[in-house]
């Protein structure tokens, strides 16, 4: 099944480049619905005509953020040399604890 998302285009450079092995995500109902061996088509915000396709190769659930950044190490995401307030605050600009909350949180590991 292939899985379309827009990606910031700072994000989505760091995928395309390899230093982003996890994107994080709420475990919505549209996120609920990726399986391992999937496909993402990731979308560059910053020009829509770029597209990135990944394989899902893992995909671990947390209640919160928090959770989640303390589990998986900063340099998977992109972050190395973050620490978790920093990756804390950049989370809560696109997401509301209110989401958080109500979803659960998704980290998806994604191969190029």
Not at 41 to 52: H, Y
Request: glycine share 6%.
């Amino acid at each position: 099944m292939i899985h379309q998302m827009g990606l910031y285009g700072k994000y989505f450079e760091i995928i395309k480049d390899g230093k982003k092995k996890v994107e994080v995500r709420l475990n919505d109902e549209k996120r609920r619905k990726i399986n391992v061996g999937d496909t993402i088509e990731f979308i560059n915000a910053s020009d829509l005509n770029e597209i990135l396709k990944v394989q899902v190769v893992e995909l671990r659930k947390f209640v919160t953020f928090k959770d989640m950044y303390e589990s998986i190490p900063f340099k998977d995401f992109g972050c190395e040399g973050w620490t978790i307030k920093e990756m804390l605050e950049k989370t809560y600009e696109i997401y509301t604890l209110e989401q958080e909350k109500e979803w659960g949180t998704l980290a998806i590991t994604i191969s190029c």
